[in-house]
């Protein structure tokens, strides 16, 4: 698990420059979020613990002009405003899908005149294949989807955290929040937003050769196509599951209980998670190097249906999930998994 024979054909640098981009991930998404409120405490309360002197008090003013900019442009990164296609771009994310390696598998084209919802599966411990296909330009999606802008949506929560929100809104995530997708989806087409379908809760359940998706009783999805008049593209991202392992937590166990108490309290799944260290150690915290094939399915018409009804909602999930089911068995054999093997709809 995660022994990647290819990478002994690259050079030092490339692996170095890989292992670069894969921690300035893990840290932005695991260590960035505590750092920073405590970074935010530190500088506005310092003086209360060190001799007040002038690098305490620019601390000081620093923290209060950063809290007025936050409030003065609150809403630019939940609506994917202030995205930077540069950053998405730049070498960084060549290396990071390098590591893997990821690939984007296109199976039909996204036609300009509409919007998309991309429902993404699995969810994995971090969305790396969602993360890499459509926050940054490293598999090609601009090139293979022309005239397609696309956008992921995340927590609400990601958009909190002091100076790492700024991060965040150069990559064009959004806030999963409805105002803010329905605002996407209603206004100039062309637009394709990613959501990762199972949210926290199929992070428990994700672990190598795990195919559990968290999916029968999400239909908000569904609801938001009709309302919206966005086609649905069913995506799938075979491997994403082998890039962590997590401690055995089965449904009943205490572990279990404690995570389900976590992600109701505050959001997240709280995986207790097993990757590897720097240079394939077997210990640490970052992910396996495994490869991920994201493949992008055939778009499922959806017309406009402001008001529509219970009936409609459970016809068109329905559909989805065939869709997906037929997605995941055309696509299976070429990257390893036994003909036997089904998706398991939760």
């Known amino acids: 698990m995660g022994t990647d024979l290819k990478r002994f054909d690259k050079t ?20 960035a979020p505590p750092l920073s409120i405590f ?10 613990w060190s001799r ?11 923290v209060l002009l950063y809290g007025i900019w936050v409030y003065l442009t609150w809403d630019s990164p939940r609506y994917g405003l202030r995205r930077s296609r540069w950053y998405q771009s730049c070498s960084l994310w060549k290396y990071f899908a390098a590591y893997f390696p990821i690939d984007l598998v296109k199976t039909a084209d996204l036609d300009t005149s509409r919007n998309y919802i991309i429902g993404i599966h699995p969810h994995g411990v971090m969305g790396i294949g969602a993360f890499t296909t459509l926050c940054t330009n490293a598999t090609g999606f601009w090139e293979m989807f022309p005239g397609i802008t696309p956008y992921l949506a995340t927590l609400p929560g990601q958009f909190l955290f002091p100076f790492r929100r700024e991060y965040i809104s150069l ?13 996407l989806l209603e206004g100039q087409k062309g637009k394709a937003v ?8 199929e992070s428990l359940e994700c672990r190598p050769n795990s195919f559990n998706l968290i999916l029968n009783k999400r239909k908000g999805f569904i ?19 082998s890039t962590y392992d997590q401690m055995s937590n089965e449904r009943g166990s205490f572990l279990r209980r404690l995570q389900h108490i976590i992600l109701q309290t505050f959001g997240f799944g709280a995986p207790v998670i097993v990757g590897c260290g720097i240079f394939n150690c077997p210990f640490g915290i970052l992910p396996f190097r495994t490869p991920i094939h994201t493949v992008v399915g055939e778009p499922i018409e959806v017309a406009l249906t402001p008001e529509p009804t219970v009936e409609q909602i459970e016809e068109l999930h329905v559909r989805y999930c065939s869709e997906l089911k037929r997605l995941f068995n055309e696509h299976k054999g070429k990257y390893g998994i036994g003909a036997d093997v089904e998706l398991n709809l939760l």
């Open 171 to 183: 990559t064009g995530a959004v806030s999963c929040e409805k105002d803010v997708l329905q605002s």
């Open 52 to 62: 007040e002197s002038s690098v305490v008090s620019s601390f000081r003013h620093f």
């Open 39 to 48: 970074l935010a405490f530190f500088m506005l309360f310092s003086s209360y």
């Open 223 to 241: 609801k938001l196509a009709f309302e919206t008049g966005s086609c649905l593209v069913p995506c799938f991202n075979f491997g994403e599951n």
């Open 194 to 201: 990613g959501i990762i379908l199972g949210g926290a809760e």
């Open 12 to 31: 030092w640098h490339d692996v170095l420059l890989e292992n670069f981009a894969v921690i300035h991930y893990v840290f932005f998404f695991i260590i």
